[in-house]
T-cell receptor, first 112, second 114 residues
Framework: GESVGLHLPTLSVQEGDNSIINCAYSNSASDYFIWYKQESGKGPQFIID?????DKRQGQRVTVLLNKTVKHLSLQIAATQPGDSAVYFCAETDFGNEKLTFGTGTRLTIIP | SQTIHQWPATLVQPVGSPLSLECTVE??????LYWYRQAAGRGLQLLFY??????ISSEVPQNLSASRPQDRQFILSSKKLLLSDSGFYLCAWRVAGAGTDTQYFGPGTRLTVL
């Protein structure tokens, strides 16, 4: 079936540096993508989303990039802080689909 | 604003015992509701979802069941727990038909079956 996967299961970044978390998706019909942050023992928290009619969207310290040609999604976090340490999941869906397909997650560790 | 509640927060149950986890959403009407399970260090597995009262779609055959007795209440149940039912159970909601597909998650229930 269709799936969303991540290139890197773990990532360590020095505090203050920028981080990039990658995600590959296989459903060419997907038109909506979300990044979630999950801290230990908590539910996933919405970070940012992007629709397929865009290739870039920015939030506070975060940017999501979408490359539909190669079916690749990335989350950039600028000036990382200790509170950014978490597992990050990408998710995708297509129009009319009631469900999201989640990637396996990347654990981001910020080194003080 | 909308809020989602889950209880209990943690639960330790013996094998073979029944289970009832509850999820409620406030501040919205007719949401889509979802139950996920997450094994330690793993991703999210969709178990059930509901688009309305009494409407349940099952994603994974197992000894779990779900019910939606009220518009903003979603219950996950089992008659006899297995060791493999241990995990972190997450409820999520989504506004139906509002042009956004974002799901918002509750705080989760940590279930340990011994």
């Amino acid at each position: 079936g269709e799936s969303v996967g991540l290139h890197l299961p773990t990532l360590s970044v020095q505090e203050g540096d920028n981080s990039i978390i990658n995600c590959a998706y296989s459903n060419s019909a997907s038109d909506y993508f979300i990044w979630y942050k999950q801290e230990s023992g908590k539910g996933p928290q919405f970070i940012i989303d992007i629709r397929s009619n865009m290739d870039k969207r920015q939030g506070q310290r975060v940017t999501v990039l979408l490359n539909k040609t190669v079916k690749h999604l990335s989350l950039q976090i600028a000036a990382t802080q200790p509170g950014d340490s978490a597992v990050y999941f990408c998710a995708e869906t297509d129009f009319g689909n009631e469900k999201l397909t989640f990637g396996t997650g990347t654990r981001l560790t910020i080194i003080p | 604003s909308q809020t989602i509640h889950q209880w209990p927060a943690t639960l330790v149950q013996p094998v073979g015992s029944p289970l009832s986890l509850e999820c409620t959403v406030e501040g919205t009407s007719n949401p889509n509701l979802y139950w996920y399970r997450q094994a330690a260090g793993r991703g999210l597995q969709l178990l059930f979802y509901s688009v309305g009262i009494g409407q349940i779609s099952s994603e994974v055959p197992q000894n779990l069941s779900a019910s939606r007795p009220q518009d903003r209440q979603f219950i996950l149940s089992s008659k006899k727990l297995l060791l493999s039912d241990s995990g972190f159970y997450l409820c999520a909601w989504r506004v139906a038909g509002a042009g956004t597909d974002t799901q918002y998650f509750g705080p989760g229930t940590r279930l340990t079956v011994l």
